[in-house]
C-alpha cells in the first residue's frame, strides 16, 4: 500500500474536476515536491532531503524565491533502488 501525498491528492482532485474546462495535470515527472512532502516516502526528516539534495543523492531545483523542490520521479527512482528497511 502506498501513501499519497498532499501533491497527489491535488492532483487526483484536479482530474476529477476536468468536465466543461481544460486542465494539464503534469506528468509525474515534472511534479515538485517539498522537503517535508519528499521526506514523507523516506520516512526521515525534512533536513535529511535538505541534506541530501545539497550533497545530489536526490535530484532537486529551487523555486525562484529559493526555496527547494524535490522531482517526485526522483523520490520514486530513489525508492526503488533502496533495500533498506526501517
Known amino acids: 500500500m502506498s501513501e499519497v ?6 492532483f487526483q482532485a484536479t482530474e476529477r474536476k476536468r468536465r466543461n474546462r481544460r486542465v494539464y495535470v503534469l506528468p509525474e515527472e515534472d511534479i515538485l515536491l517539498t522537503p ?10 525534512p533536513k535529511t532531503m535538505v ?5 545530489g543523492k536526490i535530484r532537486s531545483t529551487r523555486t ?3 526555496h527547494r523542490r524535490i522531482y517526485l520521479a526522483a523520490v520514486k527512482e530513489a525508492l526503488a533502488g533502496a533495500n533498506v528497511t526501517r
Do not use: I, P, S
Request: charged share 30%; net charge negative.
Open 51 to 55: 541534506k541530501w539534495a545539497d550533497a
Open 5 to 10: 501525498t498532499g501533491t497527489e491528492q491535488r
Open 36 to 45: 517535508a512532502e519528499a521526506a514523507v516516502y523516506f520516512k526521515v526528516d
Open 64 to 66: 525562484l524565491g529559493g
